[in-house]
């Protein structure tokens, strides 16, 4: 990842940039606070430049025209806000968001902080700063030509605000979610090559650093606990298997953890139930909820959230080969409860089902969520608007639904029930791996809960968000980070001491 945005914020008292960036209404008025640098002639010209590009101020739409004569700026950057009666439900971070997709590289640019009616608070105004910092994120540390080129440099974004202190504090909690979010994501982009196990591991370790207590567990301990049903994900990969264990311990000792757990399959081609070829590159992504639980363990840390946090991540790399699982093989899980396997591509269940018992069983967590790229049927169901979300708990589920709401990452509660879970018995052993293609999403879930006992638990099947989303205000990247501000906004709602 390239930082593209450099961001400063300064008083009202002046501005200096290239570009100046106001807010407007469906009836083109800027707020008060703008009138002041706008400069003689700028209403007129643009009422003219908003009549010729037929621009309405219809929310996060742009427009840029250069500025009148003698004003202290080159280029006057309008950004709609729509109509005045819904400014108080306006998402700032996709205002942001659309801010950075308006500003060119290489320029400064002097945002004025401020709505024609209501006003702006700091944290608002701080969600402006994460909405900015999401859209300019580009991974491109593979691109040796374009990295040199000019589209590279850096924008040099000023925040204008009455109140400089106010939103230099709010910033901290929004930078820390931010960096988490561009966390995932660069392990979402990363090519299998080289993020494999051993080196997602590795980079999880870095979290050491904000004062996470990092363990790495290696094949032969995993062999010890008895996670064989992950193992046997593994087993025909060259790359060594591993979990890790996140702690943050930002509440007293003794307070029971929240846990969140991730799919980690850094490549997935299938196994001997191999996949076709055509798309297969994208199964780089099918770490996307290991990403996630890694850049929430971050952002907790960076903003000292008071909480007890736990992140366990199960990484393995899915490979046919002659060691490889084989359809028709039966495992045990750490559970003790035997698998049958049915197709070696319905693997990331089986990486769960160990990661998930050995959680409640260790740490006792209040509650524990899971984040999984899990199935091709959650995009049938859902398509890339919502996470599948599946629980046994429905105060979880209504906290998350409204955390989803605040931030964008929304979720769709789908059904359990006996009958699904009755899919799953197996001829052969206590259950199987895959029943098929009907309601495919909801058995894996299934198969998932049969590995959770009493404690309240979610399942999130981010295969249709966590990656490859359609382009919004605040994302332009494949790996898109999905789930770090959903979860975050869960704990800061409800978690902390
Ligand atoms: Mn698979
Ligand atoms: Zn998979």
Redesign the pocket.
């Known amino acids: 990842m390239s930082q593209r945005l450099k961001l400063e914020v300064k008083a009202l008292n002046t501005i200096g940039g290239q570009d100046l960036v106001i807010f407007v209404s469906d009836k083109l008025t800027p707020a008060k606070l703008a009138e002041d640098w706008l400069g003689e002639g700028a209403h007129a010209l643009l009422a003219r430049a908003a009549a010729a590009d037929k621009f309405k101020g219809k929310v996060f739409s742009g427009m840029t025209l250069l500025a009148p004569d003698g004003a202290g700026y080159e280029r006057l950057v309008v950004i709609g806000v729509g109509p005045d009666a819904d400014h108080d439900k306006l998402d700032f971070a996709k205002l942001g968001g659309a801010v950075a997709g308006k500003l060119g590289s290489g320029r400064s640019a002097d945002v004025i902080i401020a709505l024609p009616d209501v006003e702006i608070s700091a944290e608002q105004a701080a969600a402006v700063a994460l909405g900015l910092r999401l859209r300019a994120y580009v991974f491109d540390r593979y691109k040796t030509k374009t990295r040199e080129a000019d589209d590279a440099d850096p924008i040099t974004v000023t925040l204008r605000t009455p109140d400089p202190a106010a939103l230099k504090k709010a910033l901290k909690a929004c930078e820390a979610v931010a960096g988490g979010v561009e966390i995932a994501r660069d392990l979402v982009n990363e090519p299998p090559n080289v993020l494999y196990p051993e080196e997602f591991a590795e980079r999880a370790a870095k979290l050491e650093k904000l004062g996470v207590e990092v363990e790495i567990l290696d094949e032969k301990q995993l062999k010890k606990i008895g996670m064989r049903a992950l193992l046997g994900v593994g087993q025909g990969s060259r790359r060594e298997s591993r979990v890790v264990v996140m702690r943050w311990n930002g509440a007293k000792p003794g307070v029971r953890p929240v846990a969140f757990v991730g799919?980690g399959?850094t490549f997935?081609t299938g196994g001997i139930s191999l996949k076709p070829g055509a798309g297969m590159e994208d199964?780089k992504g099918?770490m996307a909820g290991a990403a996630c639980v890694t850049g929430l363990m971050h952002a907790l840390a960076a903003r000292k959230a008071k909480v007890n946090a736990i992140g366990v991540i199960g990484l393995v790399e899915?490979m046919p080969d002659g060691n490889a699982q084989r359809p028709g093989d039966i495992v045990t899980s750490l559970s003790g409860q035997t698998i049958e396997i049915i197709n070696t591509?319905?693997?990331?269940r089986l990486v769960l089902a160990d990661v998930l018992w050995y959680t409640q069983d260790k740490y006792k967590p209040r509650f524990m969520i899971n984040l999984a790229?899990?199935t091709g049927a959650i995009l049938v169901a859902l398509a890339q608007e919502n996470a599948g979300l599946f629980s046994n708990d429905d105060e979880l589920c209504e906290r998350l639904a409204v955390a989803g709401k605040a931030t964008g990452e929304t979720v769709w509660r789908m059904p359990l029930g006996a009958a699904y879970d009755k899919m799953i018995d197996s001829k052969f052993a206590d259950m199987k791996n895959s029943a098929g293609r009907y309601g495919g999403s909801i058995t894996a879930a299934q198969f998932l809960q049969r590995h959770v006992n009493e404690t309240p638990w979610a399942h999130l099947d981010i295969a249709g968000t966590g990656m490859g989303s359609p382009n919004s205000e605040t994302n332009r990247s494949w790996g898109s980070g999905w789930g770090v501000r959903l979860l975050d906004r869960l704990v800061a709602n409800h978690y902390e001491s």
Request: proline share 0%; net charge negative.
């Open positions: 799919k399959v997935d199964m099918d899915n591509d319905a693997e990331g790229t899990l």
